[in-house]
């Protein structure tokens, strides 16, 4: 969470107050987040799932889910099963991501990753439960006032965003990406496009087709989203060079060590943050036909430029 002080800088300030929101609906997503995973038999899987679902962390993408689906007219209640699959999504990506077959990082969140609780083969099954269950959620626990036909399309949506076309697709390239320096652009960009954007994508899309909303509204939610996304992941390599681990709760300078292109190694600091910036307010300006409802993804936006982890 960023101070008080840089949430003061933000646009949104004097007429929306960020910082009460955000943890305002992190409890909220906690809540539901731990009552949905209770410990039964075996007690092991279910520990190591809920060690990690629940370490922490901004709560970012089940409240973008959230905000969306109210900003559109919806309800909280209509969206927390969705929101809780975004999150359990995000935490298998997580906790695959952290094992020594991939980054091979030994903390997350401040916290020892799970494989170093758990050893690897849990936490490879960790991460499956997860995933498999944040399907399940959304497909039994939505609320019967939400269309059927809306409930499968919000499926079809995280299967694409988590899958060779997003996600996965990402991590894939990224991978063959590590120690080459002649990575483009275009290469960089499709792998935080796919590997980082497209689950954020679809926290916010999901969240607009839940409360009804129309192929032109998805189209500028998609546009909104692609552009926090593309912000995050530039934020989050500037980060990597300027943050101390301790700020970041896992390791920092990960990027140097596995001689990864980034987006600071092609354009420098300062230009990466004119990008991002630029990201942001092309973002922000998808929001302007939903008038006073989108002030919360619109100081959501702006924070992701203003954060320090």
Request: net charge negative.
């Amino acid at each position: 969470m960023v101070a008080a002080d840089n949430l003061q800088k933000t646009p949104q300030e004097a007429t929306f107050n960020l910082l009460a929101y955000l943890k305002e609906r992190q409890k909220i997503c906690e809540a539901a987040l731990d009552k949905a995973i209770p410990i039964i038999y075996p007690e092991k899987i279910y520990e190591s799932m809920r060690y990690s679902l629940l370490a922490g962390g901004k709560r970012l993408r089940p409240i973008l889910c959230l905000a969306t689906c109210e900003m559109m007219g919806g309800t909280i209640e209509m969206a927390m099963p969705a929101a809780c699959a975004v999150e359990m999504i995000h935490t298998m990506s997580l906790i695959h991501d952290d094992l020594p077959a991939m980054d091979n990082d030994d903390y997350r969140r401040g916290k020892l990753t799970n494989h170093k609780i758990y050893g690897d083969a849990v936490a490879i099954l960790a991460g499956d439960g997860l995933l498999a269950y944040a399907f399940e959620m959304v497909a039994t626990q939505t609320p019967d006032s939400v269309p059927k036909d809306r409930v499968l399309q919000v499926v079809a949506r995280l299967g694409r965003a988590l899958g060779a076309a997003g996600l996965v697709g990402g991590q894939v390239v990224d991978l063959d990406s590590e120690g080459k320096l002649d990575i483009s652009l275009e290469t960089l960009t499709f792998i935080h496009n796919h590997k980082t954007a497209a689950l954020l994508e679809a926290c916010v899309v999901c969240g607009g087709i839940i409360a009804g909303a129309s192929p032109e509204d998805v189209q500028r939610l998609t546009r909104y989203s692609q552009n926090i996304g593309l912000a995050f992941q530039i934020v989050d390599d500037i980060l990597d060079i300027t943050a101390t681990t301790e700020q970041l709760g896992k390791s920092a300078g990960k990027d140097l060590t596995a001689k990864k292109v980034t987006y600071p190694s092609l354009w420098g600091i300062e230009e990466s943050r004119t990008k991002a910036q630029q990201l942001i307010e092309a973002a922000c300006a998808e929001l302007k036909p939903f008038g006073k409802p989108a002030q919360p993804l619109e100081a959501i936006a702006h924070f992701i430029t203003s954060r320090n982890n």
